[in-house]
């Protein structure tokens, strides 16, 4: 099986370079954590919004990640940046069922 993180970020156009890369030092750190299996980034052709996609072998790797030392750093350093007015950030996760 395998647990999905659908991650999306709409943002004002003066904030597209920050976040493309924040999102880009996260990456190392996903793909080093247990169960990691593949990560995808990808810009809208319609509007200011990327989306990244997480997958990993179970849903429990996905939340050691997330408690990890590595990973809380990068989210307190983006922190600013993703609470920035115009920044709506959504997170949708889901379970492999076939």
């Known amino acids: ?10 943002y004002p156009p003066s904030l597209k370079q920050q976040l493309h890369a ?6 190392p750190i996903a793909k080093a954590q247990l169960g990691f299996i593949s990560i995808r980034f990808h810009q809208s052709d319609e509007i200011n919004e990327t ?17 990890s030392k590595e990973w809380n750093e990068i989210m307190e350093k983006s922190g600013r940046l993703l609470h920035s007015e115009g920044v ?8 492999r069922i076939a």
């Open 51 to 67: 989306m990244m996609y997480w997958e990993w072998q179970e849903k429990s790797h996905h939340e050691v990640c997330l408690q």
């Open 22 to 27: 924040v999102a880009l030092e996260m990456m």
């Open 88 to 95: 709506e950030l959504s997170i949708e996760t889901y379970e």
């Open 1 to 10: 099986m395998s647990f999905v993180a659908i991650s999306k970020v709409k």
